[in-house]
């Protein structure tokens, strides 16, 4: 990133516990604040784990305010302070709500910094922290923002003109909903269901078109299980961790095209008919469980959930005379095959 010029840059402390605000004056030099941008720029867009956002129909406050903060309006301290006091409105009321369970929303400050790159203008609002630091000279306590510490939310908007589309990222872990739906007012571009029936299909595709090729059907199976896996046990939908599977498996076939797959995984980053973060709908998870082995002719291997332990029952058989296939550890298909050979 570069050519960035500050335009605008505000911070405001607030204070959960004594539901108060304080506009703090931040020293800092103009080259350490366009690098900290800079920075958390190249963070936000770097990460793959990004889902698509919208601003909800009609007027809202955040969307309305962001005109009067891009033409610096008279005004602007008020328009500032008025989209922290609606944060702090919306955080004290999910710290009642998630006090219950043990926990607290995170204590931090709301930033806004409204930069130019070239003609494009662009605006940050973020959820930081801020420090209180001793003057060696007064011995007063100065407060300001931590440019070595990341943000706990980032909210990066690119406005549109001539010559780009409007354009909206956020930079959440948590994907906290008082910080997208309550405080920013959007709403995300694909729901839930849409993502996990999409995003599954395409990473099981690609898996499937190897392994129903000859010698590469166990490889297949295992790593399809994980993934199936990972969509069955987690909550929330992360890309990164589904590519560290992928990147961490160890083919028992040398010939498994493991490589093949990863440089697909790595394409699907920039899929734009999925999020790359998003909650994971169980009942469309079920739709792509069963897989079906072949073994022979009329004789096939169904696999209809989910299997923890598919490594330690299915494992690669190779015989001593040059035959191949698997071994099914297994107390009930051993039982079955005794009883029927009596």
């Known amino acids: ?29 103009k080259e350490t604040i366009i690098k900290y941008v800079d920075a958390l720029i190249d963070e936000i867009l770097e ?3 990004k889902r698509l956002y919208k601003f909800k129909e009609g007027k809202t406050e955040v969307k309305n305010s962001i005109p009067d903060i891009i033409s610096n309006f008279d005004d602007i301290e008020n328009v500032l302070l008025t989209n922290a006091k609606r944060l702090l409105e919306k955080e004290v009321a999910t710290d009642k709500k998630i006090q219950k369970l043990g926990v607290k929303v995170q204590r931090g400050s709301l930033l806004h910094i409204h930069f130019k790159q070239g003609k494009s203008d662009n605006l940050l609002i973020c959820k930081v922290e801020h420090d209180e630091i001793i003057n060696e ?19 990066l908007y690119y406005l549109g003109n001539d010559i780009r589309n409007e ?40 898996i499937d078109k190897e392994k129903n090729k000859e010698g590469l059907a166990l490889d297949g199976t295992l790593l399809r299980n994980s993934i199936v896996g990972y969509f069955k046990t987690k909550k929330e939908f992360n890309f990164t961790e589904v590519y560290d599977i992928v990147n961490n498996y160890q083919p028992f076939n040398p010939k498994f095209p493991l490589t093949n797959i990863i440089s697909k995984f790595d ?72 009883v029927k050979n009596k």
């Open 167 to 206: 354009e909206i990222y956020l930079n959440d872990k948590n994907n906290s909903k008082y910080w997208w739906s309550d405080f920013l007012e959007l709403e995300q571009v694909n729901t839930n269901d849409a993502n996990t029936e999409k995003s599954l299909d395409k990473l099981v595709k690609i």
């Open 1 to 29: 990133m570069s050519n960035i010029d500050i335009k605008l840059l505000s911070l405001h402390q607030l204070d959960v516990s004594s539901n108060s605000i304080e506009k703090i004056s931040i020293d800092v030099e």
């Open 47 to 49: 990460n793959p784990n």
């Open 137 to 155: 000279k007064s011995f007063e306590l100065n407060r300001g923002l931590n440019t070595k510490k990341k943000v706990f939310k980032a909210f």
């Open 267 to 338: 394409k699907l980053k920039d899929d734009k008919s999925f999020d790359n973060q998003f909650s994971i709908i169980q009942k469309k998870v079920d739709k792509r469980i069963v897989n079906t082995i072949p073994l022979g002719k009329g004789l096939y291997l169904k696999i209809d959930k989910h299997v923890p332990n598919l490594t330690e029952i299915i494992k690669p058989y190779e015989g001593i005379d040059g035959k191949f296939g698997i071994t099914i550890i297994s107390d009930q298909a051993y039982n079955f095959i005794k």
